[in-house]
């Protein structure tokens, strides 16, 4: 939710004075406007105590200059005398009371749903927020009907000494503040930069050819996705080029139903009634308006295999290269046979020729008895022990 602020250091013009009002973001996405006062002046990112009915809140001043005279107009805010102040930059105990009240908001977050549990109310509650001095605390909830809370504010009030502000807010609200990572893999629109929510219905989907499974069609809110509208009006311009989903081909061979579109492919499958479990055939939509000319005069064609769009299958070494020869199941076998061959051949031809040469002379003798202390060091026995007789 954040503005590049991009006047930042351009000089003001002489005669024009700089814009007495910043935003002052505090927990999540919650923003607000105050006026600075004269004298009083302050930057993006400091901790600024602003004005709060009753008590003090702090929060970080997030944008100031002209900007926020322009975003004062897009919220439809107005600046009048209603506008609260800026009290005075934060110092380090203000900022440290700050922090103990925002490190009370998880404790006080699990005990109220604990009450609220007691009470067996039918809403959630999904966010806690404290004001900057610690004297007021705000509970979000969600809820499908109208709620008796007035017991459960007592209570709440008795349980954590501090002023009880109940305030219910929309799914989509509550997405925003609570955040997340959508099916895309990337953060939440509405908890970075989304701030009106249109309503989204069915529709979108069908015109963009989705299927409406609701699981998935549905966000972390529980409602239709507020992305199905960001590329809806191109998808209607190119879908106002396409024949209608309920237009039938008349051949020779049958009557031919509408299966399925692909508008950016500008191509439209269609099936023969007689033959339900025969693959659909696709035609480009040149193609099916000028069928639908013949048709319209009278004449059939043959068959739509003629005006059939050919698939093209891509070559296999597009598909996989095998650059290193890695997808050879043998290829160990064949490295590991040379190695291990050589080296059990070389051995056992010493061992065969010695044994074979034992009864053909002394030298023989000799080469034996190195085979017999080769055969002891390998057991631990070391070179020592009584030598063969020649």
Known sequence: MTVFDWLEGVPIPEGQRAFDIVEVRFKRNRKGFYRIGQGRRVQTGDVAVVDAVPGEDMGIVSLTGELVRAQMKAKGVKDTHEIKKVIRKAEMEDITRWQAA????????????????????????????????????????????????????????????????????????????????????????????????????????????????PQKLAGQCGKLKCCLNFELDQYKEAVAKFPSPSTKLMTRKGKAAHFKTDIFGARMWFQYFDEPGASPIAIDVDDVLRIMEMNAKGEKPDDLQRFAIAEEAAPEDALYGDVVGQDDVNRFDRQGQGRKGGRGRGRNRGRGGAKAAAPQGGNSDRSGGQGKRRKKRRKGKGPGGPKPQA
Do not use: P
């Not at 005990?111 to 039918?122: F, N, P, V």
């Not at 908890?191 to 299927?211: E, K, M, N, P």
């Open 102 to 213: 925002r490190n009370r908001e998880d404790e006080t977050l699990s005990q109220a749903r604990g009450i609220i549990a007691e009470h067996k109310l039918e809403m959630k509650l999904g966010d806690v927020e404290f004001q900057g001095d610690g004297s007021k605390c705000t509970f979000y909830y969600t809820a499908e009907q109208r709620v008796d809370f007035r017991e459960l504010v007592k209570e709440l009030a008795s349980a954590f000494k501090v002023r009880i502000e109940m305030r219910q807010i929309g799914a989509r609200q509550e997405s925003a503040r609570l955040g997340g990572i959508g099916v895309c893999g990337r953060e939440l629109c509405c908890s970075t930069w989304l701030t009106d929510f249109r309503s989204v219905s069915t529709g979108a989907a069908r015109y963009q050819q989705l299927s409406l499974n």
